[in-house]
């Protein structure tokens, strides 16, 4: 049960573009989903978290403007990193909760950006 | 925010061998939760341990929760090559919040 997809699971973009990013659950409805970044050997950091319908909320250092999540439904949400810079390099992992679920989450495969 | 630490930080051993990961947090917590990474992937969630819980199974994995030593570990027995891969503990702090607060994970090398 619980599988969460993402979309794509590698980009490649010149620096000034934008790169979107989905994330599905597939077989079930996430109440709450969250948007990660990991950077090479380190551990996940949380940027934002979404709850269908409502406005992301950003973690602190996290610039709304600039990686901007829509969670359009129970099962979508997607996170566009808004022109990129090659800092902008990274592992991006989101992940999908339910409701009463004791907060497991269930972890999309990960999206590897690269800024050129 | 307060993130908790596993050590050691990276493990090696041989096929057949135990592995034990140690995890400690700083606030108290509604359930510990570990997850595996394996390089380039998403994470896999392995098993949760609730506060009021001292000890679960789950198949190899044995994992035990000290609330008053805010510590956790988790034990791999009779580990294989295919265990190779990053762990980490997640805390979900009491009060009511969703997100979950990693550790920095402890690296899992089981060689052949």
Redesign the interface.
Known sequence: GAVVSQHPSRVICKSGTSVKIECRSLDFQATTMFWYRQFPKQSLMLMATSNEGSKATYEQGVEKDKFLINHASLTLSTLTVTSAHPEDSSFYICSASLAGAFGEQYFGPGTRLTVT | SQ?GEEDPQALSIQEGENATMNCSYKTSI??L?W?RQNS??????LI?I?SNEREKHSGRLRVTLDTSKKSSSLLITASRAADTASY?CAT?PQGGS???V????T?LTVNP
Do not use: C, M, S, T
């Not at chain 2, 380039?40 to 969630?45: I, N, S, Y």
């Not at chain 2, 990693?102 to 994970?105: D, S």
């Open positions: 993130q509604n359930n939760q997850y380039g992937r998403g994470l896999v969630h949760l609730r980490f979900l969703e997100k979950l990693f550790g920095k994970g690296k």
